[in-house]
């Protein structure tokens, strides 16, 4: 879980506008940034799971270095190169793209060679 106190604060230290739309679409990360007052509120009444309001947090932080990052160092010249994390979220729209193709890569890796496929997924009766 995302303290919310450093939470906020990383809110106040980073403009977000910047990569809130891509490609002139509003991406989700700009949509939970948006309603996260909401979003909140859904959490603390208990409408929310703790691993879906933790999600939302990393989708919306995804890139920053809030989430951690890598520095690289050059020993030859010094420049520093700082990386930041990713979330590797479903609801990311850049962590989700590369997700979604792993899987599908994965599936189709293990799938039957023919030239229908049809794959069903099901819930366990225990989860119901």
Do not use: W
């Not at 879980?1 to 910047?18: G, K, Q, V």
């Not at 039957?112 to 496929?117: E, K, V, W």
């Amino acid at each position: 879980m995302i303290d919310d106190t450093n939470y906020a604060d990383c809110l106040a230290l980073y403009n977000f506008s910047h990569v809130d739309k891509i490609k002139g679409k509003e991406s989700f990360s700009y949509i939970f940034n948006d309603n996260i007052n909401y979003i909140r509120s859904l959490y603390n009444r208990g409408k929310i799971r703790n691993v879906t309001y933790d999600t939302i947090q990393k989708t919306i932080l995804c890139g920053f270095i809030y989430l951690g990052y890598d520095l690289f160092v050059c020993p030859h010249c010094g420049n520093e190169s700082i990386v930041p994390h990713k979330c590797h979220s479903k609801l990311c729209t850049s962590c989700g793209t590369k997700e979604a193709k792993l899987r599908a890569a994965h599936i189709s890796s293990i799938a039957l060679d023919a030239r229908h496929r049809h794959i069903v997924f099901t819930i366990p009766k225990h989860y119901l």
